[in-house]
């Protein structure tokens, strides 16, 4: 070998016993384990997520030597803190749960959820109710308890006068409480607080339960009170002084351009632009209330308890309410017409405004939540039904916050020079840059809507290839966009898809690579091959019989009518030499091509369907 002679030893490690690595991976595994917060306690400095007072290690029915968080490990664990406050011995790892439960200890997390669940159903249905239970509650819940106890409760019924969303909201977010609900869904005074023991004076429990809600139910019942007594209308003074964003302006300049967008979208989608201005005059004030200050989840809520308390007719209540739907993944967008064009109008105006001052979202940074609520946006048109011209309302939106922006600069401007002028320096330098936006930005809105509903298709099975040959059309209409997507999914089924899928993107192909101006139209005259004739002859069958559907956006009808072009399409292809020495003859069959190219394109850029 040119380096001079080598050595090789190969070996097989023998295997060590389990019994000794296993301190070794558990040090690593508690190390690497993703606590925010360690706690830290006594003396040392070993940190985990909770201290740490004892420590079982079993390889079968061996105690493994160990030394792990300043703990020597043992076969020894301990029941529950009263109802068995001793030492349970553990012969193997097989007897933990059982050992364990006999010590009052669920230590499966299933089985104590599904003893809560059925407790706590138990006792509502005693109380005749339904116990209200969430996800995130029930789970809180669950991991709070060794021991689940139901304990039924009550308060006082004078509560009730309060919105039963803000007494849902303090029951569950702060006491952990799950509510009881009557037939109707609508809270009762019975209440359920899950213990961690089987109390021998359950009544004195409830007791200690019901004091701890009284106090948070006489704040909201307080804040409602006083609220009331101000009013919804004379809420939005208040807005005046609230900074919406630097750039533009305060809440109350958001809302009056929330208004103009809901007057605007209101009658093309059959809904009152009355109701519409005076919804979204008051959609916001409740952020002024001290309700919503105290319970920031209850803003829009809050705002319907106060519409309907004020006398607003009930679509107005409604809709400041479903303005913010959908409020998280998975809700559903806003019932009511006048909800819908609040929740577009709102949704409008954050997309403009963020766009327009520069805060498009980077990496996971979104603080205006745009991602949120552009994809709130494109589904409340979409589930809606509701055909309207997105980049029209984007440019309408994006008008109205390029005017806004204008009149603070211009504002802060004259502010600026006033000041300078009375200290004598430059305007520059107390009023700082005074360079406003790039006016192309709402050019990004809406390929970012259309970006979001890319999940939003997959979540629902639409394969990538059937989403990117309806976007390649860019739709003005998200509603029309969703038709392209079913009929797209329908042709794609059909057994000529995949061919003229194929040939399209040939055509596409061709017509891309062309030189010189290609005829408007092709000249019957010039067709020189049967295949080209019959082609010519199929194109324009298929082209009138497809305009009417295509006029009413039938589109499965029309694809359904192209898939009928497959046998010529292919004889076309097997038979006639597009690129003829004659440039009469090659000029008029790549004006057959991009007349057939056209329609089989009127859908979807069905080419990207070719594999």
């Known amino acids: 070998h040119a380096r001079g002679e080598r050595f090789v030893h190969r070996s097989v490690p023998r295997g060590a016993r389990t019994a000794a690595l296993l301190p070794e991976i558990l040090a690593e595994t508690i190390a690497a384990m993703p606590i925010p917060k360690p706690m830290r306690w006594g003396s040392h400095a070993y ?20 030394e792990l968080l300043g703990l020597k490990a043992d076969r020894m664990s301990r029941g529950h803190r009263f109802m068995h406050d001793k030492t349970v011995w553990l012969s193997t790892p097989e007897d933990y ?86 037939a109707s869904g609508k809270l009762t005074e019975k209440f359920i607080g899950i213990a961690n023991i089987e109390s021998k004076d359950v009544a004195e429990v409830a007791k200690g339960y019901e004091r701890v809600i009284r106090p948070r139910f006489s704040d ?37 351009r929330v208004v103009a967008l809901a007057e605007l979208i209101a009658p093309q989608v059959g809904a009152d632009a009355v109701l519409a201005k005076r919804a979204a005059l008051l959609a916001k004030n409740d952020l002024q209330s001290r309700m919503v200050n105290e319970f920031p989840e209850l803003q829009g809520i809050a705002g319907r308890h106060y519409a309907l308390a004020a006398g607003e007719p009930s679509e107005v209540a409604l809709a400041i309410d479903e303005a913010y739907q959908p409020r998280f993944a998975g809700d559903d967008i806003a019932l009511s017409p006048l909800g819908k064009v609040l929740a577009i109008a709102e949704r409008l105006d954050t997309l403009a405004g963020g766009f327009a001052a520069g805060l498009k979202p980077t990496g996971n940074k979104d603080p205006f939540a745009l991602r949120r609520n552009a994809l709130g946006l494109a589904r409340t048109i979409i589930e809606s039904g509701f055909d309207l011209d997105l980049n029209e309302l984007i440019l309408k939106a994006s008008e109205g916050v390029l005017f806004a922006i204008s009149h603070h600069t211009i504002a802060k401007q004259q502010k600026a020079s006033a000041v300078a002028e009375e200290a004598g320096i430059s305007a520059q330098k107390v009023f700082g840059d005074l360079r406003s936006i790039d006016e192309t930005n709402y050019q990004e809105i809406y390929p970012f809507i259309i970006d979001r509903l890319r999940g939003y298709y997959a979540d629902k099975g639409v394969p990538a290839t ?17 038709r392209r997507i079913d009929a797209i999914g329908t042709f794609a089924a059909l057994p000529e898809a995949e061919a003229l899928a194929a040939a399209n993107k040939r055509i596409r192909n061709i017509l891309r690579k062309a030189e010189g101006d290609i005829p408007g139209m092709v000249d019957p005259s010039l067709l020189a091959e049967p295949a080209e004739s019959e082609l010519a002859e199929a194109v324009e069958a298929a082209i009138d019989d497809s305009n009417a559907s295509l006029h009413h956006k039938d589109y499965v009808s029309v694809l359904a009518r192209l898939a009928r072009l497959r046998p010529q399409v292919d004889a076309f292809f097997d038979g006639v030499m597009v690129n003829a020495e004659d440039p009469a003859l090659r000029g008029n069959r790549l004006a057959l091509l991009k007349r057939l190219g056209d329609r089989l394109g009127s859908v979807a850029a069905i080419e990207h369907l070719s594999s």
């Not at 364990?100 to 599904?114: C, I, K, M």
């Not at 006083?226 to 300049?253: F, H, I, N, P, R």
């Open 47 to 66: 940190g985990f997520a909770r201290p740490v007072h004892w420590l079982v290690l079993l390889h079968g029915k061996d105690v493994v030597n160990a």
């Open 97 to 182: 749960v059982s050992s364990l439960e006999a010590a009052f200890v669920l230590v499966d997390a299933d089985v104590r959820r599904e003893r809560i669940v059925t407790a706590a159903h138990a006792e509502a249905a005693k109380a005749g109710g339904q116990a209200r239970i969430t996800d995130d509650n029930l789970e809180q819940v669950v991991n709070l308890v060794e021991w689940p106890a139901p304990v039924l409760c009550s308060f006082e019924r004078e509560f009730l006068a309060v919105p039963q969303e803000a007494l849902i909201e303090t029951m569950e977010i702060n006491q952990k409480f799950f509510p009881v609900l009557d």
């Open 220 to 256: 909201a019942k307080f804040f409602f009170d006083e609220d009331l007594k101000q009013g919804l209308e004379s809420m939005g003074e208040g807005l005046k002084t609230v900074t919406y964003q630097a750039k533009l302006g305060s809440v109350a300049d958001k809302v009056q």
């Open 466 to 482: 059937h989403f990117n040959a309806v976007a390649e059309l860019k739709p003005a209409s998200l509603y029309d966009f969703d």
